[in-house]
């Protein structure tokens, strides 16, 4: 019992994203109003910001859990995120390395609206270890170290798809960060 309660927690704690970078310097915090913090970091933190279209839309059962819930501390269920991948035509590049097609994965909870093939909008892509929670299962492994993973640009939320009617503002934002010649 005690080792099924192990697997568990930490497959939850390997499938959750992490911080995985330094916080914005105060300097250039304080150059963002209060109401635009929150998109801030994530463009702080983003790998590449990209407008283009969703070419392709799949589901990646790799990355997902296997059983339908998934019970936390004191008995409460949550429903299990199905994981996806998807390609983007790169049409700009605010943030990050130009490139004409993106890989890149999400994670959703069950009956909830996902991007779909086609949709054009502006996207804020994240690096993260993406792990492969099926296999890892498969082996029934006691740590996260024995389960394979991959590095790859992913979605953090909802709000890491923006219309393209903001890139301007976005640009500001990035311009006030001083991240607009990072990484290309």
Known sequence: MRRVLLVAGVALLAACPGPTTKPIPAERLAAVPAAERELAESLFDAEQVVAGRLVQVAEAPEYERPGQLLFGAGGTKATVALAYS?????DSTLVG??????HVTFFAPRGSAIPRQDTTAIWILHRRVLWRLKECAE?????STACPSDNGLALDSDSDVRPLAEWPHLRS???ALGLAGRRR
């Open 86 to 90: 998807g390609e983007i035509r790169v």
């Open 97 to 102: 390395r130009t490139d004409p097609t993106l």
């Open 139 to 143: 082996r029934q492994s006691v740590t």
């Open 173 to 175: 934002l990035v311009d």
